[in-house]
């Protein structure tokens, strides 16, 4: 499946806003091919989704992100909101990356790493608007 590539949005997780991404991310979404054979020999190929991997592209500080784990928040709801599209991860970890520079002399762009699976329904995520 081809990654989904998303611009500028707001992040929120359960009730937690974090705020607006730096020029977007990525959503990688991980399939296995199933096939099914069918009545009369023929064969019905299907994708079903696994999991998946992203990034969120952040500059602003978000409170309470300071963190004595590279694990930052576990299994939740996460939903990116743009302009004019919203997506709903179902089942979301949160990973920081291992230094982020914060300052009047020196602040950087910083990548938020997202990993999610299937929740209790088998949803894994959902696309509004696209």
Known sequence: MDPILF????????TEDLGETKGGGSLNIVTSVIKEPVIGGDVIYDE????????????EFIPGIISDSLLWKDFGELVITGASY????YNCQIFLPK????????????????????????????????
């Open 48 to 59: 079903v989704p696994l999991y998946g991997e992203g990034i969120i592209h952040k500059f």
């Open 99 to 130: 230094a982020i520079n914060f300052g009047a002399l020196q602040q950087d762009v910083y990548d938020i790493n997202l990993f999610f699976k299937p929740d209790s329904n088998g949803n894994l995520y959902d696309l509004e608007g696209v």
């Open 7 to 14: 611009g500028p949005a707001t992040i929120q997780f359960g």
């Open 86 to 89: 919203k997506i709903t991860l």
